[in-house]
T-cell receptor, first 113, second 112 residues
């Protein structure tokens, strides 16, 4: 089955700096890679996703890149703000009729004011 | 448009008991997936329901079962509860043949 590894597990940045979170996946059949933000005690919120036929996608201050050959994808957050502080999860999936997602172990991002 | 809702919010059960968790999908979404999120970890896929049938299952034993109703809402049932079943149970709804999944707030289950 699919295996997703996520690094780093914790990340602290100064407000205004950029943050990068990296994930690798094992199953070359995976074709969908979403990123979720989960604030303490709240639901995971889909913030951006990318399909395997696209190398990069951007939405305001966040962007995701995908390298299918190396089987890794990354989340980039620019001009970080304190409200960006949360746990971020990457996931891989999309295969089969269920298109189930396999999640990484999460990155606790702290943006210091 | 209403989002995904789950009930109850919190639940405390004793080892060996049975529990039923409920999920109402986002308006218009006909597919519901259930995930287990242990403390400090990412969600782990349990199973998915589409057209009232199980449409895929993760690595969970048969004591984890589910139902989907004609209005697309869903239940997760867990029999013979074990201490390791303590976790946040999340459901996510989606449209069939679409990739995006949207999560509910979860049910925090504690097994003592």
């Amino acid at each position: 089955g699919e295996n997703v590894e996520q690094h780093p597990s914790t990340l602290s940045v100064q407000e205004g700096d950029s943050a990068v979170i990296k994930c690798t996946y094992s199953d070359s059949a995976s074709n969908y890679f979403p990123w979720y933000k989960q604030e303490l005690g709240k639901r995971p919120q889909l913030i951006i996703d990318i399909r395997s036929n696209v190398g990069e996608k951007k939405d305001q201050r966040i962007a995701v890149t995908l390298n299918k050959t190396a089987k890794h994808f990354s989340l980039h957050i620019t001009e970080t703000q304190p409200e960006d502080s949360a746990v971020y999860f990457c996931a891989a999936g999309g295969q089969g009729s269920a298109r189930q997602l396999t999640f990484g172990s999460g990155t606790q991002l702290t943006v210091l004011p | 448009e209403t989002g995904v809702t789950q009930s109850p919010t919190h639940l405390i059960k004793t080892r060996g008991q049975q529990v039923t968790l409920r999920c109402s999908s986002q308006s218009g979404h006909n597919t519901v997936s259930w995930y287990q999120q242990a403390l400090g970890q990412g969600p782990q896929f349990i199973f998915q329901y589409y057209r009232e049938e199980e449409n895929g299952r993760g690595n969970f034993p048969p004591r984890f079962s589910g139902l989907q109703f004609p209005n697309y809402s869903s239940e997760l049932n867990v029999n013979a509860l074990e201490l390791d079943d303590s976790a946040l149970y999340l459901c996510a709804s989606s449209l069939a043949r679409r990739y995006e999944q949207y999560f509910g707030p979860g049910t925090r289950l504690t097994v003592t």
